[in-house]
């Protein structure tokens, strides 16, 4: 067994990074059971319906209302009815830590005032499509030259497609730019580009998905220019 301290928790939100604001982050998957029970049955019989994914989170509610704060990116995309790149990591996006990858549009946002208490909110995310858990390829670091990260072993290659979520939480220098790339390996020597993000120059977020086979070994790649840049990144990949 290897049980968890929830203090290791952590929470990217588009290119806020949250863990320092929340109380409890509570990611849900569930899947509809319809019922097929017919007269000629003895007990309740049931098949599978459509699956859902969603996530709760509590936190500490943050009244800075300038742009990029706590306020302006929940609110900005609540009001342009968009989903935002969401990633989730119980113990903490250490390479080959368990991620849980969502693409998530905002159900209900609710601050609450209480007595003898800070002011808190509560906060309900539904995705927009599959959701997945999977693996982080790199903590939350800051890069600033071009190189690659170190690879995870999965044991064996996969042949479902993938899903891959990168956060740029800041970036800096003159004319920064970063391209990231995710590659994949049959024996950790002879790399192949697996998925490509868009090009970077300032804090951004994206999700990305593929088809087909996933070789055994996988990692990151990134190719920084500009004068002095600097990209702190985070990039999770989930296999289908």
């Known amino acids: 067994m290897a049980f968890i301290n929830a203090n290791q928790t952590k929470l990217i939100y588009g290119t806020l990074p949250l863990q320092a604001y929340l109380r409890s982050v509570t990611p849900s998957a569930s899947v509809e059971m319809l019922d097929v029970t017919s007269l000629a049955d003895s007990t309740k019989t049931f098949t599978p319906g459509l699956e859902g994914y969603s996530l709760n989170i ?85 890069l600033t030259a071009t190189g690659a990260g170190t690879s995870v072993d999965n044991s064996a290659s996969t042949s479902a497609g993938f899903i891959a979520q990168i956060h740029v939480t800041a970036a800096s220098g003159t004319t920064p730019t970063m391209t990231a790339i995710i590659q994949h390996s049959t024996n950790n020597s002879t790399w192949t580009t697996l998925g490509s993000f868009t090009a970077a120059t300032g804090a951004t977020s994206e999700r990305i998905s593929g088809t087909g086979t996933v ?24 296999r289908l």
């Open 58 to 142: 509590d936190g500490m509610f943050d009244d800075s209302a300038a742009a990029g704060s706590l306020w302006s990116a929940i609110t900005t995309p609540i009001g342009a009815s968009s989903s935002v790149v969401t990633s989730v990591a119980p113990s903490g996006f250490a390479l080959g830590n368990p991620t849980w990858l969502i693409q998530a549009n905002t159900m209900s946002y609710e601050p609450s005032s209480n007595v003898a208490d800070v002011v808190t909110f509560n906060m309900s995310m539904g995705a927009v499509s599959t959701s997945q858990t999977g693996i982080s390829l790199g903590d939350l670091t800051a």
């Open 215 to 238: 070789n055994r070994y996988v990692r990151i790649s990134y190719t920084i220019g500009g004068t002095t840049p600097s990209f702190t990144t985070q990039i999770s990949l989930a």
